[in-house]
Antibody, heavy 120, light 108 residues
Framework: EVQVVESGGGLVQPGGSLRLSCAAS????????MSWVRQAPGKGLEWVSS????????YYADSVKGRFTISRDSSKNTLYLQMNSLSPEDTALYYC?????????????WGQGTLVTVSS | EIVLTQSPGTLSLSPGERVTLSCRAS???????LAWYQQKPGQAPRLLIY???SRATGIPDRFSGSGSGTDFTLTISRLEPEDFAVYYC?????????FGGGTKVEIK
């Protein structure tokens, strides 16, 4: 069974840092591109970042570019999101999602999310 | 950046009704790269449709997608009680994903 499980969320002060993790199981992690998508309380979905299957390609939304870094460790089947210079606008539920491998660029499996709250 | 606009924002309907949700793009979208998701309260989004018209694994055939260019549609032929949720469209272009603002389908 395909599973992705996020962790690492919490309360952080403005200007602080946090690293999110996403543990993947039930599929060959190294064959799939992965993404982070966030959802602010009561709001819609916002794409944050994606990484290619091999890890050489990384992509970011303008709202996080230069502050967030996506990475992956295929030996641990884990995706990461390093978040620096956090602001209250980054408060959201952060989802990890697997991108389909067939070229459709849809997100076919999602975790339940980890909550990041940026507040003093 | 391609902007996706979903309309209406909210639909109030009764079980058994047919519903059509709209997703309009600010510029042409490759149909291969257009997807629809369903999200229920407290749950993660679930992929419904990919490639504009292909149903994802396990999705009932009352859900269908269509469209091309800048206009795409998600149709639910007959609303079931479990279909009341928020629906999002999503597209891929130039290494970026963008989502529409969502349409909430609520019980009338």
């Amino acid at each position: 069974e395909v599973q992705v499980v996020e962790s690492g969320g919490g309360l952080v002060q403005p200007g602080g840092s946090l690293r999110l993790s996403c543990a993947a199981s039930g599929f060959t992690f190294s064959n799939y591109a992965m993404s982070w998508v966030r959802q602010a309380p009561g709001k819609g979905l916002e794409w944050v970042s994606s990484i290619s299957a091999g890890g050489s390609g990384t992509y970011y939304a303008d709202s996080v570019k230069g502050r967030f870094t996506i990475s992956r460790d295929s030996s641990k089947n884990t995706l990461y999101l390093q978040m620096n210079s956090l602001s209250p606008e980054d408060t959201a539920l952060y989802y990890c999602a697997r991108r389909d491998a067939s070229g459709w660029y849809s997100l076919d499996y999602w975790g339940q999310g980890t909550l990041v709250t940026v507040s003093s | 950046e391609i902007v996706l606009t979903q309309s209406p924002g909210t639909l109030s309907l009764s079980p058994g009704e047919r519903v059509t949700l709209s997703c309009r793009a600010s510029q042409s979208v490759t149909s291969t790269y257009l997807a629809w998701y369903q999200q229920k309260p407290g749950q993660a989004p679930r992929l419904l449709i990919y490639g504009a018209s292909s149903r994802a694994t396990g999705i009932p055939d009352r859900f269908s997608g269509s469209g091309s260019g800048t206009d795409f549609t998600l149709t639910i032929s007959r609303l079931e009680p479990e279909d009341f949720a928020v629906y999002y469209c999503q597209q891929y272009d130039n290494s970026r994903l963008t989502f529409g603002g969502g349409t909430k389908v609520e019980i009338k």
